[in-house]
């Protein structure tokens, strides 16, 4: 923890005074270093790329935007994150938060579940009828994707480990296989759409389970690429935007109560590396928030 200046915002951005953040995988990825191909940046740099808070002052073109008014966002991530009592965003990658939720269930929101909604409906097409797999269900990525294909009217498949089978039939998966204990690939076929966030080996295999033609999206890196196109599967890797839209547009499910942030545990930001080491260790249920008001 250090004292630093409170940041200044150019003409297009936004001065936010942060109430609550939450952790993401890419947090320590970038800060150990190794993703610079994908995030160039310039180290030390204060992590935290989801906020949700109260505008404090809004550039002089900024036109959408007053402060007060309470918002929330994923940062861009090649910049100071929201560790931070206040962070500077672009304003046209931020908007309002949902109403009914407070500020840290908010934080848990913005990286995750654009991840989630860009890959089912972006990159995936999934559509109502269609049958996806979802991995790592129970994750912060995986906990918004199983609520988004139901909501859109998928049947929805998902991986969990056995702490997690009930959890995630709740959320609304159809069905879960227990990935420590059963082969998903032995258990399924024809599906539409398989949404990876674990790369290596499980990607090789969710091939075996996709329709002639289905698709394969990816929110690390695709490594299968000679697979897939020998099956004609579309393999696809992607990294989320802050699209004001989507944000907007996620905002009124949660208000409308058809989508819920699932929240592990809250933290005071004086635990940010506690947290990180958890994340780490890759076995949270939902997402972990730092409360920093
Ligand atoms: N491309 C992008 O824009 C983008 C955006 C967000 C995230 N990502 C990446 O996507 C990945 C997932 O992110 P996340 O935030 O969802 O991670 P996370 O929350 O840390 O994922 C943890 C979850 O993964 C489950 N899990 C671990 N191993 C598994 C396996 N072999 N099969 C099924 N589930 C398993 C764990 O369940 P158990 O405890 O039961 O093991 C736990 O619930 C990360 O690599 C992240 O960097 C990319």
Same mark, same amino acid.
């Given at each position: 923890?250090?004292?630093?200046?409170?940041?200044?915002?150019?003409?297009?951005?936004?001065?936010?005074?942060?109430?609550?953040?939450?952790?993401?995988?890419?947090?320590?990825?970038?800060?150990?270093? @190794?993703?610079?191909?994908?995030?160039?940046? +310039?180290?030390?740099?204060?992590?935290?790329?989801?906020?949700?808070?109260?505008?404090?002052? %809004?550039?002089?073109?900024?036109?959408?935007?007053? *402060?007060?008014?309470?918002?929330?966002?994923?940062?861009? *991530?090649?910049?100071?994150?929201?560790?931070?009592?206040?962070?500077?965003?672009?304003?046209?990658?931020?908007?309002?938060?949902?109403?009914?939720?407070?500020?840290?269930?908010?934080?848990?929101?913005?990286?995750?579940?654009?991840? %989630?909604?860009?890959?089912?409906?972006?990159?995936?097409?999934?559509?109502?009828?269609?049958?996806?797999?979802?991995?790592?269900?129970?994750? @912060?990525? @995986?906990?918004?994707?199983?609520?988004? +294909?139901?909501?859109?009217?998928?049947?929805?498949?998902?991986?969990?480990?056995?702490?997690?089978?009930?959890?995630?039939?709740?959320?609304?998966?159809?069905?879960?296989?227990?990935?420590?204990?059963?082969?998903?690939?032995?258990?399924?076929?024809?599906?539409?759409?398989?949404?990876?966030?674990?790369?290596?080996?499980?990607?090789?295999?969710?091939?075996?389970?996709?329709?002639?033609?289905?698709?394969?999206?990816?929110?690390?890196?695709? $490594?299968?690429?000679? $697979?897939a196109k020998a099956k004609n599967i579309?393999?696809?890797?992607?990294?989320?935007?802050?699209?004001?839209?989507?944000?907007?547009?996620?905002? %009124?499910?949660?208000?409308?109560?058809?989508?819920?942030?699932?929240? +592990?545990?809250?933290?005071?930001?004086?635990?940010?590396?506690?947290?990180?080491?958890?994340?780490?260790?890759?076995?949270?249920?939902?997402?972990?928030?730092?409360?920093?008001?």
């Open positions: 923890m250090d004292d630093i200046p409170v940041p200044t915002p150019e003409s297009d951005e936004l001065l936010i005074k942060v109430y609550a953040t939450s952790v993401n995988p890419v947090d320590w990825k970038i800060l150990k270093g @190794g993703y610079q191909s994908k995030f160039p940046v +310039a180290l030390p740099l204060t992590p935290g790329w989801d906020v949700s808070g109260v505008v404090e002052k %809004a550039g002089a073109d900024v036109k959408n935007f007053k *402060p007060g008014d309470e918002v929330y966002s994923r940062p861009d *991530p090649t910049k100071n994150g929201a560790f931070a009592e206040y962070i500077v965003v672009k304003a046209n990658i931020v908007a309002l938060k949902p109403k009914k939720i407070d500020h840290m269930r908010a934080a848990a929101i913005p990286l995750a579940g654009l991840t %989630a909604w860009q890959g089912l409906f972006k990159y995936g097409q999934l559509q109502k009828g269609q049958k996806v797999l979802i991995h790592a269900a129970s994750g @912060g990525v @995986g906990t918004f994707a199983v609520q988004f +294909a139901k909501w859109k009217g998928a049947y929805v498949i998902g991986t969990a480990s056995d702490k997690n089978i009930d959890f995630v039939k709740e959320l609304g998966a159809d069905e879960v296989i227990d990935y420590k204990k059963e082969r998903f690939e032995d258990k399924l076929k024809n599906l539409d759409l398989v949404f990876d966030t674990m790369g290596g080996d499980t990607q090789k295999r969710s091939i075996k389970v996709l329709k002639n033609g289905g698709r394969l999206i990816t929110t690390v890196k695709p $490594e299968s690429e000679e $697979e579309h393999l696809e890797g992607y990294t989320a935007q802050s699209y004001p839209t989507d944000l907007a547009q996620i905002a %009124a499910l949660v208000d409308e109560g058809k989508i819920k942030p699932i929240i +592990a545990d809250i933290m005071p930001l004086e635990k940010a590396a506690e947290a990180e080491k958890l994340s780490k260790e890759g076995h949270i249920r939902g997402k972990l928030v730092l409360k920093v008001v």
